[in-house]
């Protein structure tokens, strides 16, 4: 199954590209993997990135951080760099250890990169390594646009991509994870590869036990849905406007989970909002339970269309009027095609100038290029004349060294001298001593 497994922004862009890339950091575990798997040596010899494929829209991609850091700086782009976005792909679908599939995978994260990010400098670097061995993309999005230089904004992004990756892997044959369509719960990603082999989903048994508890409509407190919950093993926090759960699951481990992460029904305002409106209704029976409150809002909508269609029988004696009023628009269509011209001719002009200040970000980029060549060889340069320095250094060094040897040497042989001297003086007081005279 393919899927979109998270989306973050990254402060810096150049770390975020050098992750996913992983120049020269492809383990040898995953070689070994990869011999093991079938793979020919001569292709696994080739390898040794991180990513074993990688492309690009509008960037290169072996030069991804600095052209998209170019970028940045034509348009004085601040705050978060870039978006990272991780698709992953089930072993199911496609098989890591086979070239072909780590092309079609990279081939799909580019043409979800073409559908969702267009206008952007996006990056898309295939991986394989971690646990299982999984192919996944690591897709880079710089912020800002090329056309305008605006940053890259999109609500619910994780909705809007997912439904886009799920389009483009089942026009490549590929299988995807049916998502719940009702928005009361929330699931991560692990919870939903679970579902989908039809194992235990812990977060799902704590739901179970809090819409257990809630159905009896009894429980119209705050210590009363406590205690019941306390009953099943379940330790309710409260903190803030938030509530939190915690118990131990079926296998035995400690869990705890914000009403937040289980769904909006779980979350502190809506229960409390019910518990409330319990205490104020102590009669209700045991069918105005959240199945009967879902039932009431279906009858309320079934009321509410009913009604819009008595408000279009209503509105009907105004369509002849409608009729003449299109009538009028006819006419004034005639008299505003003077407008519509003058617009098109201010269209074409800022046509021009986006065109215009296009090929001025050229310009830019390329002057930024020859600055860097400039200060490239200012780098050369210094580290020549820091080379030549040290060697001078070096010479000087050696002559000094040479000095000091001919000083020691003079220093032996005024000391040998000495010595000899002494030696002389030595033998002629013994004669003297003796009674011998020159």
Not at 90 to 115: H, V
Not at 184 to 210: C, G, P
């Amino acid at each position: 199954m393919a899927t979109i497994g998270k989306i973050t922004q990254a402060t810096s862009g150049t770390a975020a590209v050098r992750y996913a890339e992983g120049k020269e950091k492809l383990k040898a575990s995953t070689k070994q993997f990869l011999l093991k798997s079938g793979v020919a040596s001569h292709v696994v010899d080739q390898l040794h990135d991180r990513a074993v494929v990688k492309s690009g829209m509008n960037v290169d991609p072996e030069f991804a951080s600095t052209q998209m850091k170019a970028t940045r700086s034509a348009f004085g782009t601040t705050g978060k760099e870039t978006v990272r976005v991780i698709q992953s792909f089930s072993t199911a679908d496609l098989n890591p250890a086979n070239p072909k599939d780590w092309q079609k995978a990279n081939e799909i994260g580019y043409q979800l990169a073409r559908k969702a990010f267009s206008g952007h400098q996006v990056a898309i670097y295939t991986q394989l390594d971690g646990t299982g061995h999984k192919l996944h993309n690591h897709i880079v999005v710089n912020m800002p646009n090329l056309k305008t230089g605006k940053k890259y904004h999109q609500h619910h992004d994780w909705q809007r991509l997912s439904a886009l990756s799920d389009d483009i892997c089942r026009e490549h044959g590929l299988s995807v994870i049916e998502r719940s369509k009702d928005p009361r719960e929330r699931r991560t990603m692990a919870e939903r590869q679970l579902k989908a082999k039809n194992e235990y989903v812990w977060k799902d048994d704590l739901r179970a036990h809090i819409d257990s508890v809630m159905k009896d409509t009894s429980v119209s407190s705050y210590k009363a849905l406590s205690e019941r919950l306390a009953e099943s093993g379940i330790i309710t926090h409260e903190r803030g406007k938030s509530l939190s759960f915690e118990f131990l699951d079926a296998e035995n481990k400690h869990r705890r989970a914000r009403g937040k992460t289980l769904g909006a029904d779980y979350e502190k305002e809506q229960i409390f909002n019910e518990l409330e409106r319990r205490d104020k209704q102590p009669s209700q029976s045991a069918s105005n339970s959240r199945t009967s409150t879902l039932s009431r809002a279906f009858e309320q909508r079934k009321q509410q269309a009913e009604q819009r269609k008595r408000n279009v029988k209503s509105r009907e004696p105004a369509t002849s009027q409608s009729a003449k009023g299109i009538e009028r628009l006819t006419v004034a269509t005639g008299q505003n095609r003077s407008h519509i011209s003058s617009t098109s001719k201010e269209f074409s002009t800022h046509v021009q100038r986006t065109k215009h200040r296009t090929k001025d970000f050229g310009t830019r980029v390329k002057r930024l290029g020859g600055q860097i060549s400039n200060f490239s060889n200012a780098i050369s340069a210094i580290a020549g004349k820091i080379g030549r320095y040290l060697k001078q250094l070096q010479a000087q060094k050696q002559d000094e060294q040479d000095l000091f040897n001919q000083l020691q040497d003079k220093l032996d042989q005024s000391r040998q001298h000495k010595e000899a001297r002494d030696k002389d003086r030595g033998y002629y007081r013994t004669y003297q001593n003796r009674g011998f005279h020159r």
